[in-house]
């Protein structure tokens, strides 16, 4: 270290240095409290987190000054005032968040409450099961690890505590925590992989498992989707065991939206049909596209499938199954990460028949809405059936300077007519809407169809990432033997957005008008650039983190174990298994060989001595030292040209024991190794 660095550590080094052992114990029993609160901080009311860390403050100046710590007749109420204020935010004290601002508050005032050594090993405790909650809001790996580096710093300090004489230094105490640490991770594994696993999810309670996430909703309104476009967080993520479809044809189907009551699109409660049922209603052509869908929880009942996806979805226990209207519905809502594999047909003809209250269904509009709607879809019907009055529709949409936006103005009552004949400006469900209405009006059954569309390929896994922004609305028309077809009326606007996602449909813009950023913005959304590679390498970890870890269910527990049979049940595969651990506990023991301390040359120079003569009869007994061993073989007959020699290197290797130091005599193993020659 130079000179100058030496002297600005010197203040803060002196300052560690006159601070007694109890202080600098407390003081990192603070610290380790606060990497344990600390991740808290931004789910708790702000309120919560404001006297936690007064009352760490008012600990550590307690700590510094050797005051007294408060009586309890201020801790009291100070407590019962915090519980409830808990009450007053949550309005229960039971339940995820009341819990766990409870127990925060409860290990912050039990650090002012420190009396006896019981104390410290509680507040250590409590701090080990208030740090497992963090579970409860994030399971990234970015929290495992900053839990991982918690816990080293907790063991260290509860290892602190345990030292009766000189403290090592902290660095010290910290790299053995982390020992242990590793020491204890191989039956974690174990215990992870083996022990049996529960269906659900493992960190939550079962009220909070309940809660709304977002997603689609199975109504529909101008601005409905628009939320949704500005979420970044992930829909599912799909792996396809072949080529990828054109970003124009990925058409994840969820909710049908048939009724509208002038305002709103809501879906119509039809029969449900069973999984595995046979369905006639379908018809597909070429070969399917297989692929496997990993679907975030939702919350919600509806499942997300490619158009057109057979009916058979292999999901045991969870009672998914089919409406009359091709809608994938589970029999509970999805409150775990739910993964099936599934084949879609690009070419498809679905329902190519339907009966009158289908049709009536298709056709039906509201009474006195959108009166100028009505009158142009009169002009704008053709004589060629369906699919030439919907391209005469999306014509409109492409020659009247119509704009794709994510701030369209507001309507009325009147919506469509406010939209087509006004603002001319808006987003997917817009379009949508209004598509649909024009079609019904001209007597085409029409319905709106909502789910997602397209999707980000990261290259790094192949995996397929559809995230809330590629939330999506588009419309079905029926036509007399071709059955429902499927119309985007967006892709009459923006074409970008079908083609290439929402990120390309619309301007990048800098936030709060630093156009500088622009280029960043841009360089970041380049697949080339080494920050979008560095974000497909992230996203590829964390896609395999939630995989093989976060959803390591039953199911797929029971599939590595039985795989984990049929290889030991195999013989070369458990020869192989064997041979693999006994070389690792070799290297093992090898290296514990070279990590002994090697044996003194004046012992083993004396262990040889001892062999050579229980050779010869004359051993040397358990209890016997070199002089009493050398008394023993001088009154022993027998060896008379050799005792001189024996005798000579019983009384130097007594000496080099238990007389003169082994630096005062020259070459001590070399002289006995000499007159272990002549005993020879």
Known sequence: MSARGAASAGPLARWAQRLTRDKADTLLLLAAALLVLAPHFGHLPPWTS???????????????????????????????????????????????DAGVAMLALLLAFKLLEMHARRDLFVVIFLSFFLLLTN?????????????????????????????????????????????????????????FFAFPRIQGPLWGLPGDARSARSGISDTMSPGSMTGLALSDEVAYRVRFFGPLPPQNQLYWRGIVLSNYDGSTWTRTERPRYRAGESNSRASVLGEPLRHEVTMEPTGKRWLFALEL????????????????????????PVHQRLRYQASAYLSYRLQPSLDGAQLARALRLPVGYNPRTLALAATLRQPGGPADSAQAVLRMFRTQQFSYTLEPPLLGRNAVDDFLFGSKAGFCEHYAGAFVVLMRAMGVPARVVTGYQGGELNPVDGYLTVRQSDAHAWAEI???????LRVDPTS????????????????????????GLDGLMNFANDSNSWLAKLRFRA???????????????????????AELSGAFGNWRSGAALAASALLALAMLQLRKRRALVPPDPVDAVYAAFCRIMARRGMARAPHEGPHSYARRLQAMAGQEDKKEAMLAFLELYGALKYAAPADEITAPAKRLAILLKRIQ
């Not at 050797?66 to 339940?95: D, I, K, Q």
């Not at 929290?143 to 816990?151: D, H, K, R, S």
């Not at 969870?318 to 509970?332: K, M, P, Q, T, V």
């Not at 606007?493 to 936030?511: F, H």
């Open 50 to 96: 404001a006297v936690i860390c007064c009352v760490l403050l008012w600990r550590g100046a307690i700590t510094l000054r050797g005051r007294r710590m408060p009586p309890l007749w201020l801790l009291l109420p100070v407590s019962l005032l915090a519980m409830g204020g808990v009450y007053l935010s949550f309005r229960t004290l039971l339940g995820r």
């Open 135 to 191: 579970f409860f809001y994030s399971q990234s790996i970015f929290t495992g690890l900053c839990m991982v580096a918690t816990i080293i710093v907790l063991l260290a300090t509860l290892m602190t505590f345990q030292y009766t004489g000189a403290v090592p230094p902290l660095r010290q105490r910290l790299l053995v925590a982390g020992k242990i640490f590793l020491a204890a991770a191989p039956l974690a594994l174990v215990l």
């Open 309 to 332: 996806t057979n009916p058979n979805l292999p999901m045991p226990g969870l009672g998914a199954g089919l409406s009359d209207e091709f809608e994938f519905i589970s029999r509970e």
């Open 478 to 484: 029926w036509a007399e033997g071709q059955g429902w």
């Open 492 to 515: 009459a606007v923006a074409p970008e957005r079908i083609n290439q996602g929402l990120g390309r449909a619309l301007p990048q813009q800098a936030p709060f008008g630093l156009t």
């Open 539 to 561: 996203l590829a970890v964390n896609n395999a983190w939630n995989q093989w870890v976060l959803d390591y269910n039953p199911d797929r527990q029971s599939s590595f174990l």
